[in-house]
């Protein structure tokens, strides 16, 4: 299933984002776009400023942006 498939299934309420380091950003924004949470693979985004912006555009839809370490 491609992401763009995943993110239009209404079935699915949370995306495991184990994408390159440098896609977790644009993959993570994505989904929560969508309405979806996301559970990421460290790093949540490979600039500062960008995972601060992930992390208010959860909040602001009331979404779950969280991290994993593997």
């Known amino acids: 299933m491609t992401v763009e498939e995943m993110l239009?299934?209404?079935s699915i309420e949370v995306i495991?984002?184990?994408?390159?380091p440098q896609s977790h950003y644009s993959v993570s924004k994505k989904v929560?776009?969508?309405?979806?949470?996301?559970?990421?693979?460290?790093?949540l985004a490979t600039y500062f400023e960008k995972g601060?912006?992930?992390i208010a555009l959860a909040k602001?839809?009331?979404?779950?942006?969280?991290?994993i370490h593997i």
Do not use: C, F, M, Q
């Open 8 to 10: 239009k299934d209404k």
């Open 16 to 20: 495991l984002n184990l994408t390159i």
């Open 32 to 43: 929560l776009n969508a309405g979806k949470h996301v559970y990421s693979e460290k790093p």
């Open 52 to 54: 601060k912006e992930l």
């Open 60 to 67: 602001k839809k009331k979404l779950y942006l969280s991290l």
